[in-house]
């Protein structure tokens, strides 16, 4: 993919804009002032368009939604992830999952401090939650949004054949270093095209806080999962009545009750439980750690209402 331009080109821009950050906290509307100035200097520069929008929209000012519209128009694909801070600045989220390119330049561009940063610093917890209660050996697993493999290295001896996906290319070959998986490839998950039941055990822990409407996946691992299969992931909790929303970190959180009737719909018994998954600026994320066994006695109607999912 084409890497983002982090500086604008213009070295008079650059340092307005360098000048511009030396009044924030303090004067957020003089920051923006001088964003702006660099900006007419170097007009297609989205960064520097986002930074615009980022400022505006923390301190509240007018203008944010053009800049992140900007950013929009410069970089189609989003890399950036202007489209989330566009709804963040909305009452209720209007998309249903993170822009691909987003997702894919964010892990690529982490991966190498990837895991110091989970481990060390937020002390996460979502693989460990998972594999608690998957104490039986499985043929075949499949670790969806595998990352650097933190929830592989707990599969490895519980797996008869281990198998990765994630979209970054970096964070796939961190995990690869591990020596857990039999198999890695690079997929979205957003665009898994249909296969036949052939998985005794799929998991994602910590991946769908980039997705907020869930109907979509859940189909397509209802489909590609056996008869009895385990579907163990977790997902950060909210209690409002949404089925999701887009909380400020520009993760998504999910209802209990909504995942619980999805699950239902697509085939599987599940037992849903709370605990904390990581910690964020010294506070617990609550979440919901999911463990679903996909009914071996479905009905011709519920076949189809799970191939309907996955539409």
Known sequence: MIPLVMTSGDLLADRRADYAESYLPSDPAAAAELYQQ?????????????????????????????????VLELDPEDRLGASLR?????????????????VEALFDQY??????????????RAPALLARDLQCQYERVLDLGCGTGLMGRELAAKSGWLEGW?????????AGAKACYHALEKRDLSALMPEESRWDLITAADVFAYIGALEQIIGWVSAAIRPGGR????????????????????????????????????????????DWLRMDRGAPIEGLIVQAQRRADTSPQQETDMRALCL
Do not use: Q
């Not at 991966?111 to 996460?124: I, N, T, V, W």
């Open 86 to 102: 566009l709804d963040l600045l909305h009452p209720r989220s209007l998309s249903d999952a993170m822009p691909t390119a987003f």
């Open 166 to 174: 994630d979209i970054s290319s970096e964070m796939l070959r961190e």
């Open 231 to 274: 579907f163990a992931f977790t997902v950060e909790l909210h209690d409002g009545p949404e089925a999701y929303i887009l909380r400020p970190s520009r993760r998504y959180a999910h209802s209990r009750h909504h995942l619980a009737e999805l699950l239902d719909l697509a085939g599987f018994e599940a037992a849903i439980t709370t």
């Open 111 to 124: 991966a190498s401090g990837f895991e110091e940063s989970l481990l060390s610093k937020l002390d996460y």
């Open 38 to 70: 660099a900006l007419e200097r170097a007009p297609r520069w989205a960064a520097g368009w986002f930074r615009l929008g980022e400022i505006r929209a923390d301190a509240g000012l007018d203008l944010a939604e053009a800049a992140f519209e900007r």
